[in-house]
Every structure is written in structure tokens, then in C-alpha cells.
């Protein structure tokens, strides 16, 4: 049986004839509702434009930026007590080692883009497959690895992650393992408390009813249906990802001269002129913290509009 139609009267109050946002939407999909309220949203407006430029600036910083990553165009221009400030051929200026500021700004958000999205990629996957694990089988294998995401919770972030980047090396790739690695239990744990509420729910017990196996509702209707809060976890993780690259480059963890193009090392590197130029630091710290801030931004205005529990009214 079709459903029966909606008609709209022209002008009518509301509730005589004029159906209501609800009614409109009936028979629409969680995810457009959701992109609906995201529209709605300035707080996912201003963040989706910050990640946007974020992303544009790191992919096109070949054309954007003046000059190659660690070129050195103005090195006879700095003196110990002196670097030259923005100027015409220099538009934010030189830093130490006469790079020029703005070009390293631009390739630095290509290092954190990258850093950040394969570092949280790999504490996503490794999070959905002991999150799928411990909510799909239940029983010994649940206690045996919540009690692994417990000792991994129990050490600070930061802490774990200067620890495994010291032992992996001081590489760029040692940095993503470090921070994928701290995002493990945070996913795994997040996936298997969704996976628990969703086997209460309705269709699970029908399809069970139905005579499916466990394995089958299991990974056809439990595990879709608990992706969403792990998707939107993953967003806001971005942020923290970005921030704990910067963390690890300026502890010196993050491979590399001194001239790479990272805004973390660009920190490290302006400690000692922050007396006679501390744009040096004001510039790159304010990228993270942008960049941290669009991610965070988005992040928390796709929880709401996912989430009708959380949503504002």
C-alpha cells in the first residue's frame, strides 16, 4: 500500500495544511537528516570551512607556496641578532635559517594533513578490529582484550606516544605509529560499548528470530548499525592527531632537520628568537591551533546531528 500523500495549502497556519519539517522528513535517511542539520549548524559551517582550506592549502602547496620545502632563498639576510621581517618577496618574513616563513607554513599543513589522517586511519582500523572482536564474541575474548584497552587507557597519551615514537625511532613514520597506536583503545572501546547497545535492539532479536546465526547479525545488521559513533570519534581524534604530531616534532621525535617543514619543528625552532622575532612561533602555533579547532568544530557538530540524543533543540 503506497503511503498517502501530503497536500500543502498555500499560506495555511501551521497544522492546517501545512505539514511540518517532521512530516517532510519522514521518509528520509539518517544521513540526509543528519547533513540537514549540519546546514543548520554555524559551528559545522565554520568548521568544515577551516578543514576545507586546511586541505586545499596541504594538497595544492605546490602551487601556493613560493618556494620548495627546506629552500633556503634568504640565508645571507639573517644575522644572530636579526631577521628580516615580511616584506614584498617575503610575505610573513624568514625564519632562522632563511627560509622563507610563509612557504613552510604552507608545507608544514601538507606534513601535519598527512601525519594526522594516516595516524588516525591506523588507530581507527586497529580499533574496529578489537572493537568487532570484543562486542561480536562476548565472553573471554571481550575480558581478555578490554583488559589490554585498559592498560593501554591507564598510561597517559602523550606519555605512550613519546615512548613508542622513542623506540620506533625519530622518523616521520615512527610519529603515525606512535599516535595510531594511543587512538587503538579509544576506537576499540568506543565500537564495542555501540556494538553492546545495538544487540538489544528490536531487529536484532527479529532477525535472530528469523533463524539467522550470530555471525551473520552480527556482521549484516550489529556492526553497520554501530559504525556511526566511531566515524564521528574519528573526526574529532583528527584534532588530536594534529596537535600530537606538533607535540612530538617539537620534543624532537619527529625525524628530520631543522629546516623540515612541520609546525611542530617550526616551534622548536623558534625558542631561541622569541625575543627578536617571535612570529616565529606565533604563526605556526596558530595553524595547529585553527586547524585543531575546524577538526573539533566539525567533530562535534556531526555527533549532534548523528546522534538525536545530543542534538540541540
Not at 107 to 133: H, N
Not at 157 to 163: D, E, K, T
Not at 181 to 192: D, E, G, K, N
Amino acid at each position: 500500500m503506497s503511503a498517502p500523500e501530503v497536500y500543502e495549502v498555500p499560506n495555511a497556519p501551521l497544522g492546517q495544511g501545512r505539514p511540518t519539517d517532521e512530516a517532510r522528513l519522514a521518509g528520509a535517511s539518517h544521513w540526509r537528516l543528519a547533513a540537514r542539520r549540519l546546514r543548520r549548524n554555524p559551528g559545522a559551517i565554520v568548521g568544515a570551512a577551516i578543514v576545507v582550506v586546511f586541505i586545499l592549502v596541504a594538497v595544492f602547496a605546490p602551487l601556493i607556496a613560493p618556494y620548495d620545502a627546506g629552500e633556503l632563498p634568504g640565508r645571507a639576510e639573517v644575522r644572530p641578532t636579526y631577521i628580516p621581517g615580511p616584506s614584498d618577496e617575503y610575505l610573513l618574513g624568514l625564519d632562522r635559517y632563511g627560509a622563507d616563513l610563509f612557504s613552510q607554513l604552507v608545507w608544514g599543513a601538507r606534513a601535519s594533513l598527512l601525519i594526522g589522517v594516516l595516524s588516525t586511519l591506523l588507530g581507527l582500523l586497529g580499533g574496529l578490529v578489537l572493537g568487532a572482536l570484543s562486542g561480536g564474541l562476548g565472553g573471554a575474548t571481550d575480558n581478555v582484550i578490554m583488559r589490554f584497552v585498559d592498560l593501554l587507557l591507564a598510561v597517559p597519551s602523550l606519555l605512550l606516544a613519546v615512548s613508542i615514537a622513542a623506540i620506533a625511532g625519530q622518523t616521520p613514520a615512527a610519529v603515525v605509529i606512535a599516535i595510531g597506536v594511543v587512538q587503538v583503545p579509544i576506537f576499540a572501546r568506543l565500537l564495542r560499548g555501540s556494538m553492546f547497545a545495538q544487540r538489544g535492539q528490536d531487529y536484532v532479536l527479529a532477525a535472530r528470530s528469523l533463524g539467522l546465526s550470530k555471525r551473520t547479525v552480527t556482521m549484516s545488521h550489529v556492526l553497520p548499525n554501530s559504525v556511526s559513533p566511531v566515524i564521528v570519534q574519528a573526526t574529532l581524534l583528527l584534532a588530536t592527531a594534529v596537535i600530537e604530531a606538533a607535540a612530538l616534532s617539537y620534543l624532537g621525535l619527529g625525524g628530520g632537520s631543522p629546516t623540515t617543514a612541520e609546525w611542530g619543528r617550526m616551534l622548536t625552532s623558534a625558542q631561541n628568537e622569541l625575543e627578536i622575532a617571535p612570529r616565529l612561533a606565533l604563526w605556526p602555533g596558530a595553524c595547529i591551533a585553527v586547524t585543531a579547532l575546524g577538526f573539533t568544530l566539525f567533530g562535534e557538530a556531526l555527533r549532534e546531528a548523528l546522534d538525536p540524543r545530543s542534538r540541540k533543540r
